[in-house]
């Protein structure tokens, strides 16, 4: 079974101190699998392979458009969360998860990360945006001629490759020594550029001890300027789009989050329980006493595994 929580609306560093406290207890067995889903304030996050040079905006311009900036444990590069963002932070200990052709009992950092895109697959095309994988690059991308790697579990066990970054950097609030000649797509999606993949979520994890964190960020309703301030994962050569802008309209997010939920049941195979509070969560379903945020603990380095 897994617990689905929807958080609203909160700020990064309280969803990383949440994690935290959660990874602890499903190490130790008092909780069981626990889906976040939430929206952050504006964020740019670098994971452990990330280069400072793919945020392209100043200290100066973050501060004055209220975006934080945060170093994490996550695999994968730069990337941005905000409003009309769907945030999933999966907590599961991928010993209760046997691999789809049933040989291994736990499964492994990329098989996890394709199921995740498979969830993302699956819940786009409940809207009706059809979406594929991109080899060599993690994620769920649109495009106008998505292929036939849209829906199905046979992509499942594909390979994956660790994505190439670009030196190239532009926008607004350029640093010193950045080229404006240069032009990115960022803001524009399949439709505009039918020959190019749009990248519609983001997907960077963090293992330690078999139990997962971190997870994805799918563009529903996003304002996609703000991708302007990065190069997204440190590709230059595809564009950022949104929910929104491939079916040009609104959605509501609930409704995507009930999407998601049932598909990460059906990819995963177990009961979706949905969970009205973090206390009821972290606390009185499990007599488990939640903790300030100073006696969180930390992750165990020596076994830590990132992916993105």
């Known amino acids: 079974m897994i617990s689905v929580v929807q958080l609203g609306t909160i700020d990064y560093a309280t969803g990383l101190r949440l994690q935290q406290q959660l990874v602890a207890l499903r190490k130790e067995d008092k909780i069981g699998d626990a889906l976040l889903l939430l929206e952050h304030k504006p964020v740019i996050t670098l994971g452990r392979n990330a280069k400072a ?6 200290p100066e311009l973050l501060a004055q458009r209220g975006i934080e900036l945060f170093e994490c444990d996550r695999g ?15 907590i599961f200990d991928l010993r209760a ?33 059809p979406t594929k994988r991109v080899p060599g690059l993690t994620g769920v991308w649109a495009s106008s001629e998505a292929g036939t790697d849209h829906v199905g579990t046979a992509a499942l066990g594909c390979p994956v490759e660790r994505s190439s970054t670009a030196p190239a950097c532009v ?12 032009t990115r797509l960022t803001t ?9 993949e749009s990248k519609l979520a983001a997907i960077g994890v963090h293992i330690s001890r078999f139990v997962t964190s971190h997870g994805f960020a799918l563009n529903v309703n996003t304002d996609l300027s703000y991708f302007n301030l990065i190069i997204p994962c440190g590709i230059t050569a595809k564009p950022v789009t949104s929910m929104q802008q491939e079916l ?9 989050a009930e999407s998601i939920s049932r598909n990460f049941g059906t990819v995963f195979s177990s009961q979706m329980l949905w969970v009205d509070t973090l206390d ?10 939640m903790k300030p945020p100073t006696e969180l603990r930390q992750l165990h380095k020596e076994d830590d595994t990132t992916w993105a």
């Open 171 to 182: 926008g607004p609030g350029l640093r010193p020594g950045q080229d404006e000649s240069k």
């Open 248 to 256: 040009s309209r609104g959605l509501d997010l609930n409704a995507v």
């Open 76 to 90: 994968g590069d730069v990337t941005f969360h905000g409003p009309g963002q769907i945030v999933g932070y999966p």
């Open 53 to 58: 040079a793919n945020v392209i905006a100043s």
């Open 188 to 196: 524009t999606g399949a439709s505009d550029h039918p020959d190019t």
């Open 97 to 129: 998860h046997a691999t789809p052709d049933g040989r291994r009992k736990t499964l492994g950092a990329v098989e996890f990360v394709r199921r995740l895109e498979e969830v993302l697959i699956r819940t786009c095309a409940d809207f009706g945006i």
């Open 280 to 289: 009821a969560l972290l606390g009185h379903s499990v007599g488990v006493p």
